[in-house]
T-cell receptor
Framework: DSGVTQTPKHLITATGQRVTLRCSPR?????VYWYQQSLDQGLQFLIQ???????AKGNILERFSAQQFPDLHSELNLSSLELGDSALYFC?????????????????FGPGTRLTVL | DAKTTQPPSMDCAEGRAANLPCNHS???????VYWYRQIHSQGPQYIIH???NNETNEMASLIITEDRKSSTLILPHATLRDTAVYYC??????????????FGTGTKLQVIP
């Protein structure tokens, strides 16, 4: 158990709908990362938040948005869903974001949310 | 951004050491090498990381070449439960210190009884 929780575990919805995925980081972790993993694909980094602020963006679609709240939990909002959005969505957390050049910072992953768009 | 190259798949006999290579020829001096694994569709699991020196923990050993252009993850006594996709990543820092993270497609390790 990594200490990162994600809800819901499974989500089935229809095209055009909007869903919200939730992530609670490990206690004390300030950074939250979101990843998408489609069938038989690698992990695609979507976005990172640190202490409530967006810090890095990957290949996140404009239909997707995220935020991190004062209690440090994060939500990923997916709207106008398409069939191709069906995937596993993982959240990860880490202790801190050190400004400047990258330093080691281990990410701990949650169990994921499996989204199925019909 | 530094990229990593890993073989797509490897087999290893149960009980033997599994040696998983990773090339990261464009790594910068202050970038760490991280290894994670993903068992089936579970959340990726941290294994080990290092900067210059070889590292060992209860799960594995990490050997980094002197020029830091490649590394090898060693699972000393592979078990069936080690069957997974293993990802080697290099932590990248972009302007402003933001952390972009790139996972490749990894190496699918199959441990054979």
């Amino acid at each position: 158990d990594s200490g990162v929780t994600q809800t819901p575990k499974h989500l089935i919805t229809a095209t055009g709908q909007r869903v919200t995925l939730r992530c609670s980081p490990r206690s004390g972790d300030l950074s939250v990362y979101w990843y998408q993993q489609s069938l038989d694909q690698g992990l695609q980094f979507l976005i990172q938040y640190y202490n409530g602020e967006e810090r890095a963006k990957g290949n996140i679609l404009e239909r997707f948005s995220a935020q991190q709240f004062p209690d440090l939990h994060s939500e990923l909002n997916l709207s106008s869903l398409e069939l191709g959005d069906s995937a596993l969505y993982f959240c990860a957390s880490s202790l801190r974001q050190t400004p400047g050049p990258s330093l080691g910072d281990t990410q701990y992953f949650g169990p994921g949310t499996r989204l199925t768009v019909l | 951004d530094a990229k990593t190259t890993q073989p797509p798949s490897m087999d290893c006999a149960e009980g033997r050491a599994a040696n998983l290579p990773c090339n990261h020829s464009t790594i910068s001096g202050n970038e760490y090498v991280y290894w994670y694994r993903q068992i089936h569709s579970q959340g990726p699991q941290y294994i080990i990381h290092g900067l210059k020196n070889n590292e060992t923990n209860e799960m594995a050993s990490l050997i980094i070449t002197e020029d830091r252009k490649s590394s090898t993850l060693i699972l000393p006594h592979a078990t069936l439960r080690d069957t997974a996709v293993y990802y080697c990543i290099v932590r990248v820092g972009s302007a402003g210190g933001y952390q972009k993270v790139t996972f490749g497609t990894g190496t699918k390790l199959q441990v054979i009884p």
